[in-house]
């Protein structure tokens, strides 16, 4: 593993776009739950994110010879809790009392962390299979993130144009983490010399435990939004 700093603007990113998501995750609950939800939500938020880096730091999430890779773990665990935070009564609530377009609009954070991913296979931190030049289009969901948000708003759009792109940045979000589990040295699909071994490191960790994890439960509470017909324009439903 390449040495890396914190002052650099690439590394930084996976610090910076984290705590946002944190925070949005932590606001949103705090939107549509009392005081009580609002300290659960923080508490296990932050104990999520100390504990995932305390595993990266301790070079846990590196025993990839072990039966299963804690990795596989973590990534399962990943999975699991993006399904509880969709799909329980707190997910209901986000669903169905945060406009749509701004559930649209929080995925937009996959375009920094792209170009930031991009910077890291320049400083031979990330393998180039991971990248927007490689077989990671990931970048495409950010962008257009913008632009479907911005159409659910002034009411150009509606469900369907919702779902499509959703399903769309679910797919490429699937594509990538396949990618990633393909490139790890229990697979090494892309060769030895590309593996991608830079998520077991801090604050690395953070893009799947942390980043992936709200891709993941985003794209679901879009399409539980979807289907309880919320949106932040009257006008929604005119376009179906």
Not at 94 to 114: D, G, N
Request: proline letters at 7%; aromatic letters at 8%; charged letters at 10%.
């Amino acid at each position: 593993m390449p040495t890396y700093s914190l002052t650099d603007p690439a590394v930084a990113a996976f610090v910076a776009i984290p705590i946002c998501l944190a925070f949005l995750f932590i606001r949103a609950v705090a939107s549509v739950a009392g005081p009580r939800g609002i300290s659960i939500a923080a508490l296990g938020t932050a104990v999520w994110m100390a504990g995932t880096l305390a595993l990266a730091v301790s070079g846990a999430l590196r025993r990839w010879d072990a039966t299963p890779p804690p990795f596989a773990l973590l990534i399962a665990t990943i999975a699991l809790l993006a399904v509880i935070i969709a799909f329980t009564s707190i997910g209901g609530r986000i669903a169905s009392q945060v406009p749509l377009w701004a559930l649209v609009a929080t995925q937009a954070f996959r375009l920094p962390l792209e170009l930031a991913m991009h910077r890291l296979v320049a400083r031979g931190i990330m393998p180039p299979q991971m990248s927007y030049t490689g077989r990671n289009f990931d970048i495409v969901t950010g962008l257009t993130a913008i632009i479907v948000a911005l159409l659910l708003l002034t009411g150009r759009a509606g469900r369907r144009t919702a779902i499509t792109w959703n399903v769309g940045g679910l797919a490429l979000l699937i594509n990538v983490v396949v990618i990633a589990i393909l490139s790890t040295p229990k697979f090494h699909v892309f060769g030895t010399d590309h593996l991608s071994v830079f998520v077991t490191y801090p604050p690395f960790v953070w893009l799947p435990s942390v980043m992936v994890l709200a891709a993941l439960a985003g794209h679901l509470l879009i399409f539980r939004a979807v289907r309880v017909n919320t949106a932040s324009s009257p006008d929604l439903a005119a376009h179906l």
